[in-house]
């Protein structure tokens, strides 16, 4: 969609809306800023077809000219005030850099408002492989791009909403059963590029002569997807007893781009851009078919029921849901060839939850839901059931529950003491191929029960300090999967102080810890006995921020936090793959190769403060460094090899000052400067992403409430 | 931690428990700390905060409660539809007499909504959300006192320059949030794109939300949700098995690094990844035994380099497939 146009869609919306209440008593309120940045990226990532760390989130076009600059209406306020205060119609819209911005346009009038919102956004990915097979260091040079090696890999979101709400009492005609109607709808638009990766396996996809070192390919495929939706919802409150709110939504996703197939030389098959001929000679018409990351058409279709009983003191409220996944559109080539017939998940959702105050000091607060999914899958198939090796989710019902008893010995604080619960069935089903996982080797359970019991607090004693937590254990009595925990301890807290002299400041501290582990998945070897997929993890981190004033004209401002993140887990490895045992002419054994420890640690600082040199002028000054390290220790060749390739040692440093005049009452401008820093200390050189930006501003914005009598 | 003894256990030993001592020393030695520090400064208590009417109070007019009160929360003028302070502040006679902040009273969240009744249904879960649990009043976010959003103090323009206004209040509070958005791999939220009540409701009873966590993910990820014929279980449970969608250390917001995460749940046949048939580590044999009874030979490049070409490499079709039962595509 041209931006432009955009843009001048907007303000025609805003105009065709406001120009007829300026007859009202209305006042003009707001603000315009205009914008400049210059930008001076620097390092091998200044090119326009190469994506910088930056680049992930901010994107920034022409970066490979002289100088790349964006300008803009960074912030636009635009709106009409009634004498009471509040805002007839506003427009605002921000935008901080190139693919990135977003506009709102609200109005409010008696029985009904509306809201209009426009987003647009582009994020990029970084290119890891982009040297032919074989060429180059032996860790990086591992993907082909059978179709360009100069493709930026990136999505465009470009959305636009509207809500519509009407209240019948706003016309004069209050009714319970039609306290509210609400229309909305949404269309989003997605596009770009992105990388399909993929391993081509077996000899007969390899084609004659097919090397090894061949088989790792990628290409270049289109992103052109449309996400429609509308929805209705309404709220009503007969006779005063309960407050109850319908909605109805149907979504349908479409993705336009054409889908890539193994193929047999046709045009958008893989085959057709084979630059090696490695897929010369390929015979086989039904693998032919196979496509390449396909992405399923699907509409949605979601209905909801919430009902809140006016209890008095008594808070309750439950609902129920449910929402149908169903594939529309197009179908696979291969699900046509093997009359496979349109897909579909269904999700149920049934839940209540209230509090109940037992005495002034006392309360009881529990919850329970039920949730369920139900995939359609005519399991049958043989495009399914010929291949099909691991357990067939066909079910999957939960059960989540919850009881807290809460005393407020005093105004500000409150303890409580509570039970959380969780129930999982998965209907599990295997043998449905011959080369089916058998369920002594499968790493999924039927079942996961957990318990949790806990403590938390939160006091308000004085309102200079706050502290709040909670501390609990979970118990696992079965779980599903070998991350699931089945014994953990965690604690979370915060802390706020307020001091208001000597120097006023403001401090306030969290943390949350979190122990645990689990060891019941267990892969039973059919000689070599069981082994079992032990699993460990500890969690923290903490932060510290502090603000003070220790002048009136100067703000000083710190934070430091610190993330970790430590598992241990028992790598398996097996003589042969799961689904070739048991037969008795193999063996399948379990053996434990290695025990990774794995560690990841980030630390950020930010340090800076603002001072108010004159009435007009202002100064800033901060910066922010983080720094990210991870590391793969323990025994055994897999950990040492994850080591070898797979450290992490980076730091993002940014530093910002700048400069605040107001000229005029109506009038400021503002000047500021930008450094950012990705530094990359990699081990493998063709992996190094090290990248750094100058960004310079300069900005005028236009005081409107000011212009105005 | 660090059990040993049965046959196919691992003994994790590690982290030790002195590691673990140490930790908790630090934990419980913070805490302390800042409770010496709260206690040991000269503080002007403020007193809990009142929001029960004050008996034989008589209303004065908001004139005179603005001889006192210049500024409200830095507010010159409140706007006028919130002008009338003893509205929600009741009579204000006995605490104009006095100034004893005891004799007025504050809001609480059911003076809020007795008017704010447009868009009812947003607050349905109020009464037992996580925010009211947590004694979060409505005015702890929503500044009664102006017509404006609140501002993003400065010191988080600099890491987080871009973020919305909404998403600076929640970061106020949820401060592990706000240092993850500044992760190398994290949710545009920094940036301006997304906004935290892009997927959160600050009013909500996050405990019974309707469907899973995947449903709200498919708002934006539709691609990702299939239907699909062969799937990943702890995909269609979990997104968040995998993923910390406020950031993380690594690419696509995954939790721990490629291929850790995959191979904490999943063995590896040798005859794919390791020794024998197609690449694998030249000169090693099939495994037969346990670490560290029987420890691997020495590491080679082909086994590496599968641990680098990052398992969705290959097994590029993670979250589901329409043609291939080990996720390859």
């Not at chain 1, 025990?595 to 600082?605: K, R």
């Not at chain 2, 006028?80 to 006679?93: I, K, L, Q, T, Y």
């Not at chain 2, 890491?159 to 592990?176: G, K, N, Q, W, Y």
Request: charged content about 25%.
């Amino acid at each position: 969609m041209n931006t432009y146009v955009t843009r001048a869609a907007i303000l025609a919306g805003y105009v065709l809306i406001a120009t007829p209440l300026l007859a009202d008593d209305l006042t003009p309120r707001g603000d315009v800023t205009v914008g400049i940045q210059l930008y001076r990226p620097e390092g091998p990532f200044e090119r326009d077809d190469t994506a910088s760390f930056f680049d992930k989130y901010r994107y920034l076009k022409n970066k490979g000219t002289d100088l790349p600059f964006f300008v803009d209406l960074t912030h636009l306020d635009l709106g009409l005030v009634r004498d009471d205060g509040t805002y007839a119609v506003r427009l605002q819209r921000w935008s901080p850099g190139w693919s990135n911005d977003r506009a709102e346009l609200e109005g409010g009038w008696p029985g009904v408002s509306l809201l209009a919102d426009y987003r647009r956004y582009r994020s990029d990915e970084l290119r890891l492989f982009s040297s032919p097979t074989g060429v180059g260091s032996a860790f990086a040079s591992v993907f082909n791009d059978d179709t360009s090696a100069d493709d930026r890999f990136f999505v465009r979101r470009t959305s636009a909403g509207l809500a519509v709400r009407v209240r019948p009492a706003g016309f004069d005609h209050p009714s319970d059963l039609l306290k509210e109607l609400e229309f909305s709808s949404r269309y989003e638009h997605r596009s770009g590029q992105r990388q399909d990766r993929y391993v081509l396996s077996g000899s007969q996809e390899r084609g004659a002569g097919g090397l090894n070192t061949s088989r790792f390919r990628a290409f270049t495929r289109d992103i052109d997807q449309d996400v429609t939706s509308i929805g209705t919802r309404i709220v009503s409150t007969p006779w005063d007893l309960l407050t109850s709110a319908i909605e109805l939504e149907f979504e349908s996703f479409r993705e336009r781009a054409p889908t890539t197939t193994l193929g047999a030389g046709e045009p958008g098959s893989i085959s057709a851009f084979d630059p090696v001929g490695i897929l010369a000679g390929f015979q086989d018409p039904l693998k032919s078919l196979r496509a390449f990351n396909y992405v399923p058409d699907t509409d949605r279709l979601y209905a909801s029921l919430r009902v809140r009983p006016h209890l008095g003191p008594v808070q309750f409220h439950g609902g129920a849901s449910v929402t149908r996944l169903k594939q529309a559109g197009s179908r696979a080539p291969e699900q046509i060839a093997f009359g496979l017939d349109d897909n579909s998940v269904t999700t149920y959702s049934i839940y209540g939850a209230g509090e109940f105050p037992l005495t002034d000091q006392l309360a009881l607060n529990g919850y329970a839901k039920f949730w369920k999914r139900r995939n359609a899958l005519d399991s049958g198939n043989i495009l399914f059931s010929k291949d099909q090796t691991d357990a067939f989710l066909e079910q999957l019902r939960e059960v989540k529950n919850g009881l807290e008893l809460r005393a407020t010995p005093m105004a500000g604080t409150d303890l409580t003491l509570g039970y959380r619960g969780r129930f999982v069935r998965r209907d599990l089903e295997f043998q449905k191929s011959t080369r089916s996982v058998a369920p002594e080797f499968t790493i999924i359970g039927e079942d996961t029960t957990i318990h949790t019991g806990y403590l938390g607090w939160n006091l308000r004693l004085v309102r200079s300090l706050q502290l709040s937590g909670e501390a609990g254990y979970e118990n696992g009595t079965e779980i599903g999967y070998p991350r699931e925990l089945e014994r953990a301890y965690y604690a979370k807290a915060r802390v706020s102080y307020v001091l208001p002299r000597p120097v006023p400041m403001t401090l306030t501290a969290s943390g949350r810890f979190l122990d645990g582990e689990s060891d019941e998945i267990e892969l039973l070897g059919e000689s070599a006995g069981a082994r079992r997929k032990q699993f460990e993890v500890r969690r923290w981190n903490y932060d510290v921020t502090l603000t003070a004033v220790p002048k009136e004209s100067l703000v000083v401002f710190g934070s430091f936090t610190q993330h970790r993140n430590e598992e241990r887990f028992a790598h398996l490895r097996s003589n042969i793959r799961r689904f070739e045992g048991p037969v008795p002419a193999s063996i399948l054994n379990f053996f434990i190769d290695s025990v990774p420890q794995y560690e990841s640690d980030v630390l950020s600082v930010t340090l800076g403060g603002s001072y108010q040199i004159s009435k007009t002028l202002e100064a800033s000054l901060a910066t922010t460094v983080t720094r990210t390290r991870v590391d793969i220790a323990g025994g055994g060749g897999a950990a040492r090899a994850l080591d070898e390739v797979n450290q992490i040692r980076n730091q993002i440093t940014s530093i910002e000052c700048g400069l605040s005049y107001r000229a005029t009452r109506q009038v400021r401008l503002d000047l500021g400067y930008r450094f950012d820093r990705f530094h990359d200390d990699v081990r493998l050189e063709a992996l190094d992403f090290s990248t750094r930006e100058h960004t310079l501003s300069v900005s005028v914005t236009m005081d409107l409430d000011a212009l105005t009598p | 931690m660090g059990r040993s003894g049965e046959k196919g256990d691992v003994t994790m030993n590690s982290l030790t428990a002195s590691k673990r001592t140490r930790i908790a020393t630090l934990c419980v030695g913070s805490f302390v700390a800042a409770l010496v520090a709260c206690v040991s400064v000269v503080w002007t208590p403020l007193g809990p905060r009142r929001t029960a009417d004050v008996a034989n109070a008589e209303p004065i007019g908001a004139p005179v409660c603005a001889a006192c009160h210049e500024q409200v929360h830095g507010q010159e003028s409140p706007a006028p539809f919130h002008a009338d302070c003893e509205s929600c502040h009741g009579p204000g006679s006995l605490h104009a007499a006095s100034g004893d902040t005891q004799l007025i009273r504050f809001p609480g969240n059911d003076d809020c909504l007795a008017c704010h009744t447009e868009g009812v249904a947003e607050h349905m879960e109020w009464g037992t959300s996580e925010h009211a649990r947590a004694g979060l009043y409505c005015s702890d976010c929503h500044n009664p006192h102006s017509g404006e959003e609140s501002e993003l103090r400065p010191f988080e323009q600099v890491a987080l320059p871009r973020i919305d206004l909404e998403s600076a209040l929640c970061v106020e509070c949820h401060r592990d949030v706000a240092s993850r958005l500044k992760f190398p791999s994290h949710h545009p939220v920094a940036e301006g794109a997304l906004g935290c009540t892009s997927c959160h409701n600050a009013h909500e009873d996050r405990r019974v939300s309707f469907g899973d966590r995947n449903e709200r993910c498919a708002t934006c990820h539709q691609d990702y949700m299939g239907p699909w014929v062969f799937e990943h279980p702890p995909v269609v449970e979990d997104c968040m098995t995998c993923h910390n969608p406020h950031g993380a250390v690594t690419e696509n917001l995954l939790e721990t690094i490629q291929p850790v995460i995959c191979l904490s749940c999943h063995s590896l046949p040798d005859s794919r990844h390791h020794t024998t048939g197609s690449s694998g580590i030249p000169g090693q044999s099939t495994i037969s035994g346990d670490y560290p009874t029987a420890p691997g030979t020495t590491i080679g490049t082909q086994e590496a380099r599968a641990f680098l070409r990052r398992c969705t490499d290959c097994h590029s079709a993670v979250h589901g497939s329409y043609t291939d039962e080990h996720l390859r595509h």
